[in-house]
Each structure stands twice: as structure tokens, then as C-alpha cells.
């Protein structure tokens, strides 16, 4: 009789793990604490909730890391990517989703599946000894009882760090005289996201208030928690200089003002549902209290009466110095029954956490059928990333990563011809060499 596997957390990682089992005819129990227990940052107690932006950025799989992860998780049958290319909405070169429809279909699938039961509880601490094999994929939210069980286990304290949340307002609550329609260079349709145009003095207005905004407070046990680099509140970000964000989320470049003069600075938002009602402030990541991001916002020409469907917002992320507590199949050394996946292992990014969900339900799967399960090659992004969370980062400085072309090993320098590869010719080189060892490997697993 084959073992039954449980997984903790139906957030992505936990979805696509509790999914990859099931295919594999391994019977799955899903544990999800909410609605019994719930978060900071939930909204619902559906699986596999977006709580941050409704993106899963580039799916630009010739030139970009993350494009090229899609591909991969794609052709190794994933569930999430499956659910987003079903839900997906305008967004340029990205991959956005209805985030409720998104969650909806994720849901449904693993309801409907012969092999998956769904319990809402929370496991309080370590799972019992007669879960014989266990996916835990709590989340960046993971509860303080697990945190703690997760701490005494590895014996090293946890490690956080503070991700923000975007706003959301309704475009109907857009003034469409100072705003309009365009993608960068006219990428996609060419009018994937609203544009609000500030001139200099509106920006420098703009980012005084943003620093002298109220911010919400840090606990007295927060304050030496740092922040998550590619994810700054964006008030971080005009504290280390005031030119910062029109340098970043805020440039101008590849975009007309069909409405007036050029913009010194832009505010673009990005579509966040299927109906195309309610938009997201792209980078708008915010520790603002409420009151005063209503405030600070409405600053921005064409946001003057913006109607916000919700506010940003600050919660805290826990996970594991991976490199140091976890082998190569994502089990935790100092107790091998329990696999971690998704944020808990210290990995970046919603494409990110289910990549390594997906990896954790195929190792699942192969030792509960006691057969062995050859990791990704290492110059696919499922195995970059991989490496990266067992191993290949340096465990005394481990940080969360997003995937990027940095963590692959690096091509030839040069063609057969002797040339030097420089720029997108180089990218293009790390996904040809990708597509082509990951053929054998998706293979195997499907064998």
C-alpha cells in the first residue's frame, strides 16, 4: 500500500506539491489552517491566494529567467502555471492573473482530485511521528508555533524579512484627461498599463510626502529585521535618494504622454482582474498607514479621486537558512521526514515558491514509491533555483532570491566562432542550453 504524504500550507508551494503527488498516485491529505487560523495578509481562505501583486512577471522564457522558469514548470506539468495561463489578463510582456479566479481554479482542482482530501486545521508544531513523510509549505506567514517547532528542529533561529503590498483602486476612479493606456516601447498590445504623468515639481512634492508620510510601526521584536531587496516599500526606496524611483518604477522611458508634455516621472498601474475594474500601482509596495496612503496617493495626477478596492500593507516573512538546514532533495537533515517547500525555504516570489512546491511533490512522490528522483539539471531554472535553497548560496549570508541568470551556471563566453556573447545573445544562450538539458529530465519524471 502506498503511503499517504501530507503537505502543510495550501498556499502555491502547497498546491503544487499536494498536485504533483496526486499525479504521481500518491493519496495527499492538505492541510490549510485558514479559515480556522488566519493571517495578516489574507483576504480569504482560498488556496493558493495572491496576497501581494497579481503578477507572476516576464513570461518572456528567450530572455528572462522567470519567463523561462514558466516554460520549464510548464512542461513538467504544473498546476499553478496550468490555473494562470487559464486566468490570465493584460500585461504586456508578463504573465497577470484574475487573482480570484486564479484561486478559484487551483482550488477546484485539487478538490475534485480522487487523491488529494483537503483538511482545514491548523498543525500546531511539529507533525506526529506516524506522518511518515510530510511536505511542509507554510508560507512567508508560517504560524509561530510552526516557526518555533521549525526552530528547535534545525536548531538556528529564523530568519525574516518585511514584504509591502501594492494598492489597488478601480479604474472607473481614474481621470482618463491626465491618464492614458500604454506598455513601455508598446510591448504586448501596446496598452497594457494606465500611466499617471508627473513633472518635476509633482514628483519632488510627491516624494517629500512619501518620506514624510506616517508609516506603521515596527513591534519592538521587528525592528532588526531587514527588508527583502527586490521588493522595497516604496518608501524605502525614496528615503535612499530622491531621484531613486524615477530611476526605478517611476521612469519615464518608452512611454508618449499623448495627454500633454513629456512626464518627468510616471506612475503606471497594471490590470489585477478579468473584468479589467480594478488596477494595481505597479512598485507601490507601501508601510504608509492607510489614512495617509489615501492621502499621499491622490497626489498623483489622474489618482485625484481614486477609489481604493485596497489599501498596501506590511507583513512579515519567516523562513530557514536553506543552505545550511536542508539537503539536496529539500528534507530537513536534522529530521529527513520532513521536506520543506515554497517561502519557508528561502526562496523569492510567487513562480519561485511553486517551482520548489513542484520539486518538493516529485521527491515526495518518488521516495514514497521508493524509487530515487534525479534532481533538475543545474542550467535549467528549476535547478538553478534549487541549488540556490540547498546549497548553492552562501549559508552565512542567505538571503531570499528571485530566480535570475546569475544563479545559472555561466554559459561559454564565446561561439563557435570565436565571438564574444554579450547581452540578450548571452540570455538567449542560458535558455537554449536550458530547454535542451531539461528534455531528459521531464523524461524521467514522467516515466
Same mark, same amino acid.
Given at each position: 500500500m502506498t503511503r499517504t504524504v501530507h503537505v502543510i500550507g495550501g498556499g502555491l508551494a502547497g498546491s503544487e506539491a499536494?498536485?504533483?503527488?496526486?499525479?504521481?498516485?500518491?493519496?495527499?491529505?492538505?492541510?490549510?489552517?485558514?479559515?480556522?487560523?488566519?493571517?495578516?495578509?489574507?483576504?480569504?481562505?482560498?488556496?493558493?491566494?495572491?496576497?501581494? $501583486?497579481? $503578477?507572476?512577471r516576464s513570461d518572456d522564457a528567450d530572455y528572462n529567467a522567470v519567463g523561462l522558469l514558466h516554460e520549464e514548470m510548464r512542461r513538467a506539468g504544473s498546476l499553478i502555471l496550468a490555473q494562470a495561463d487559464i486566468h490570465k489578463v493584460p500585461?504586456?510582456?508578463?504573465?497577470?492573473?484574475?487573482?480570484?479566479?486564479? $484561486?478559484?481554479?487551483?482550488?477546484?482542482?485539487? $478538490?475534485?482530485?480522487?487523491?488529494?482530501?483537503?483538511?482545514?486545521?491548523e498543525v500546531a508544531g511539529l507533525p506526529p511521528e506516524e506522518w511518515e513523510q510530510v511536505v511542509i509549505a507554510t508560507g512567508p506567514l508560517t504560524s509561530p508555533a510552526m516557526a518555533e517547532a521549525l526552530k528547535g528542529v534545525t536548531g538556528e533561529d529564523s530568519l525574516a524579512f518585511f514584504d509591502a503590498i501594492a494598492p489597488i483602486v478601480t479604474k472607473d476612479s481614474i481621470n @482618463? !484627461?491626465?491618464?492614458? @493606456?500604454q506598455s513601455r516601447y508598446d510591448k504586448g498590445t501596446g496598452s497594457d498599463y494606465i500611466n499617471c504623468p508627473l513633472d518635476k515639481e509633482q514628483y519632488y512634492a510627491f516624494i517629500d510626502a512619501l518620506i514624510e508620510g506616517e508609516k506603521?510601526?515596527?513591534?519592538?521584536?521587528?525592528?532588526?529585521?531587514?527588508?527583502?531587496?527586490?521588493?522595497?516599500?516604496?518608501?524605502v526606496m525614496a528615503e535612499r535618494g530622491k531621484d531613486t524611483l524615477a530611476f526605478g518604477p517611476m521612469k519615464p522611458v518608452g512611454l508618449t504622454n499623448p495627454n500633454g508634455p513629456k512626464p518627468f516621472a510616471v506612475v503606471q498601474l497594471r490590470q489585477d482582474n478579468a473584468l479589467g475594474t480594478?488596477?494595481?500601482?505597479?512598485g507601490f509596495q507601501t508601510k504608509l498607514r492607510h489614512g495617509e496612503q489615501a492621502r499621499v496617493f491622490r497626489a498623483i495626477p489622474g489618482l485625484e479621486n481614486a477609489e481604493f478596492a485596497r489599501l498596501g500593507g506590511l507583513h512579515r516573512n519567516t523562513f530557514v537558512n536553506g543552505p545550511r538546514v536542508l539537503d539536496r532533495t529539500l528534507r530537513l537533515k536534522a529530521q529527513p521526514r520532513?521536506?520543506?517547500?515554497?517561502?519557508? !525555504?528561502?526562496?523569492?516570489?510567487?513562480?519561485e515558491?511553486?517551482?520548489?512546491?513542484?520539486l518538493a511533490g516529485l521527491f515526495a512522490a518518488a521516495e514514497a514509491r521508493g524509487e530515487e528522483m534525479f534532481r533538475p539539471p543545474a542550467v535549467t531554472a528549476l535547478g538553478a533555483l534549487l541549488n540556490h535553497v540547498t546549497g548553492g548560496a552562501e549559508a552565512e549570508t542567505y538571503q531570499p532570491m528571485n530566480i535570475n541568470f546569475g544563479l545559472f551556471p555561466p554559459p561559454p563566453e564565446r561561439d563557435d566562432r570565436g565571438r564574444r556573447v554579450k547581452g540578450r545573445d548571452r540570455k538567449k544562450l542560458y535558455a537554449d542550453r536550458a530547454r535542451e538539458a531539461l528534455t531528459p529530465w521531464i523524461d524521467s519524471i514522467r516515466k
Open positions: 499536494a498536485w504533483q503527488l496526486a499525479q504521481a498516485d500518491i493519496p495527499v491529505i492538505l492541510h490549510e489552517m485558514r479559515p480556522v487560523r488566519t493571517t495578516p495578509a489574507h483576504q480569504t481562505d482560498g488556496l493558493a491566494e495572491l496576497v501581494c $501583486s497579481n $503578477s507572476l500585461a504586456g510582456g508578463a504573465l497577470a492573473v484574475d487573482r480570484d479566479g486564479f $484561486s478559484q481554479g487551483v482550488q477546484a482542482a485539487l $478538490s475534485s482530485h480522487p487523491r488529494i482530501t483537503i483538511l482545514r486545521e @482618463f !484627461t491626465k491618464a492614458w @493606456f506603521v510601526p515596527f513591534h519592538e521584536w521587528e525592528k532588526d529585521t531587514p527588508y527583502f531587496e527586490g521588493c522595497l516599500p516604496i518608501e480594478l488596477y494595481n500601482l505597479v520532513l521536506r520543506l517547500a515554497g517561502q519557508v !525555504t528561502g526562496c523569492e516570489g510567487y513562480v515558491s511553486s517551482a520548489i512546491g513542484l
